[in-house]
Every structure is written in structure tokens, then in C-alpha cells.
């Protein structure tokens, strides 16, 4: 079945099933503009054909998707506006996940990360094997968790989603189950069964209760009260006070804080304030904000000075403009949320 994914992502009707699989396992699966394209037009396809009853996507490799095609994006700086079609086009298609009217089922068994979980975690059911590794890193890179992490990290109780953003930390199988952000676990040895189960039947609800294997929370008691404790603030000056205070006698509020200090101080400020709105917003005013945040950032310095330090000269540390929270003007994080002439039209 031919979306005009190349080699890049796959297409098969297999049963009662649209299967998609992500074809790049050397490269991460990262995302490319023709992948994600493909995918657009073959949900569109699916949604409207009866005999596919249910859509299943997952990865070849070690990985689901460990995010965009970054490199592109590094390539393409000196014409920012050429990116632009790139992530409108993304954040279009993980609005039409959402919005998807038949059991969109994401399985992952390896890394998610970034425009991978975009691609995942905004559909109706999403299955983790005990390999599965989230994580939405983007502050690290100057950048910001977008793909709809303003609308899917404020829901997770406890300022869970809030942590998950400031940090980039990676979590397991069991705290993407107990924190909401995957409906499903299972077993990877159980991968092909319930494949197999799912395209027969079309029906993921029937086939995970004989697969699901419930994982168990990774994060402990105390350290999920310390999340909710610091990560609870009302501002972004408040959870960083709030683990100062604790550092000198609490491990995890000093580790964490240190984790924090590494991160670009532009993009923790833009973080903070989207997940805070994002509670209250829809899909797809999130994804309109988003993508207001995206034109700004394309025409900044610390996305592109991220990118040099992990990705283009790995290991060196990155420059951030400016170096610290105290130097951040707030009236520039007010320009990153500021309407554009030309909104996304979803």
C-alpha cells in the first residue's frame, strides 16, 4: 500500500487493520516531512475506508521514535521560514491523531521521545513493553516539548507532566501506565501474539485484557511526593526556590535542580508557562500555541545552539543566550506566545 513513504515508513492492510511501521531503525526512527506526510494522508485514507477497523503503528528497531529529524532542522537555519512547513505539517497530523475516529493504537517497545511521541501518545490507546523509554528532552536542546506536550503533560497528576517537562528526564513502562500517559503495558515477548490478535479482530479492548501485564510504578512514594511538592509552584522562580531549599538535605531536590541548571533558561521559562496553559486548553488551541512558540524559537539562538552541542559537536556544552534564569527577560517570553500574522490552520 503506497502513501509515498519511500523506505522511510511502511503500509499494510493486514486483516481488519491499516499497519503502520516506522522504517528507519538506524537512524532512530527520527521523523522526516515525507513521513510524516505519508502518515497524514493514509489516516485520512483509513478514516474513511470500513473495512479498516482499527490502525496499529510501531517501529523497526530499538527504537518507536526518538523524535524529529533535528539534523534538518540545524541544516536548514540560515532559511528558518523552509522549516516552518515541517512542523505545521506535524503538529496537523498530531491533531488529526487526536481527533481520529477509529482505535488508533501505538505500540512501543523502545524509545519515544519528542516528534515520536506526537506520533503516539495522542491516539486512543498506547501500549508499552517493559523496553519502552519516554521522555520529552526538548529543553535540553534549547527547544521546547511541543507535539502536543502541552496538551498531554498537564494531565498527569501529581505536576508530573510539569517535572517530566523542566527535567527531560526518561521514565519506564510502569510510570507512563500509573501516570496516565499509557493506557496499556505488556510484555515484549507478547508483541506478536497481539499483533496478530489485533488485526484478526479489530478490537484492542478484547485483546489487551488477555495481554495487558500491569508494570509496576518505577518512581517510589517519596520521590513522587517531592514531585508534586516542587513542581506545583506557581511559577517557574518558585520550583527552582523550592528545590534550592531542599538541596543541601535532600538528594533527589539536588540532583534534580542540578539536571534543571543544564537546561536552556529560555526554553524553561517558554516550558513552564505551556504546560501551565495547556490545562486549559484544547488539542488543537494547544497545537496553535505551539506552533506560535515553534516561529519564535526557529529565529533564536539557543534551538540551533542545542542542536551544535548534542548533536552536530557531541559532548560540548551549549552557549545559552541568555546564560541564566535571573537574565531572562519576561517581556521576550511574552513575544514567543503572541499571536502571528499567519496562524496554523488545522
Not at 485520512?44 to 526518538?66: C, M, N, P, Q, Y
Not at 478490537?203 to 511526593?225: C, G, H, M, N
Request: proline share 4%; hydrophobic share 45%; aromatic share 8%.
Amino acid at each position: 500500500m503506497d502513501f509515498d513513504g519511500g523506505d522511510e515508513i511502511r503500509f499494510e492492510r493486514i486483516g481488519v487493520a491499516g499497519v503502520v511501521t516506522l522504517t528507519r531503525p538506524q537512524a532512530l526512527n527520527a521523523l522526516t516531512h515525507r513521513m510524516i506526510k505519508a502518515l497524514s494522508r493514509a489516516l485520512t485514507a483509513w478514516e474513511h475506508d470500513a473495512s479498516v477497523a482499527v490502525v496499529l503503528i510501531k517501529g523497526e528497531g530499538r527504537a518507536f521514535s526518538a523524535g524529529g529529524d533535528i539534523q534538518a532542522v540545524y541544516a536548514g537555519r540560515a532559511n528558518s521560514g523552509s522549516m516552518v512547513g515541517f512542523f505545521a505539517d506535524e503538529y496537523r497530523l498530531n491533531a488529526q491523531i487526536a481527533r481520529f475516529r477509529k482505535p488508533y493504537v501505538a505500540l512501543i517497545d523502545g524509545i519515544v521521545m519528542g516528534g515520536g511521541v506526537g506520533l503516539s501518545f495522542h491516539g486512543s490507546h498506547r501500549v508499552l513493553t517493559e523496553n519502552a523509554q519516554f521522555a520529552m528532552p526538548e529543553v535540553g536542546i534549547g527547544f521546547f516539548p511541543d507535539v502536543g506536550g502541552s496538551h498531554l503533560l498537564p494531565d498527569l497528576g501529581g505536576s508530573f507532566g510539569m517535572y517530566l517537562a523542566l527535567t527531560g528526564n526518561r521514565i519506564g513502562y510502569g510510570d507512563a501506565l500509573w501516570s496516565g500517559l499509557a493506557t496499556h503495558t505488556i510484555k515484549a515477548e507478547g508483541q506478536p501474539g497481539f499483533i496478530q490478535r489485533l488485526t484478526e479482530t479489530g478490537e484492542p479492548e478484547a485483546v489487551l485484557r488477555s495481554y495487558f501485564s500491569a508494570a509496576r510504578r518505577e518512581t517510589d512514594r517519596p520521590t513522587l511526593e517531592a514531585i508534586a511538592k516542587h513542581f506545583s509552584q506557581a511559577s517557574l522562580y518558585d520550583v527552582v526556590e523550592s528545590l534550592r531549599r531542599s538541596a543541601d538535605s535532600d538528594e533527589f531536590a539536588a540532583k534534580t535542580l542540578a539536571t534543571i541548571r543544564l537546561k536552556s533558561p529560555t526554553s524553561l521559562n517558554v516550558a513552564f508557562r505551556q504546560i501551565s496553559a495547556g490545562l486549559t486548553l484544547s488539542m488543537d488551541d494547544c497545537m496553535r500555541m505551539e506552533f506560535r512558540i515553534l516561529n519564535r524559537m526557529l529565529t533564536g539562538d539557543d534551538f540551533y545552539e542545542g542542536i551544535r552541542a548534542a548533536i552536530i559537536e557531541k559532548g560540548s556544552k551549549p552557549q545559552w543566550r541568555p546564560a541564566a534564569l535571573s537574565d531572562v527577560d519576561p517581556a521576550a517570553i511574552d513575544a514567543y506566545f503572541a499571536p502571528l500574522e499567519k496562524e496554523l490552520a488545522l
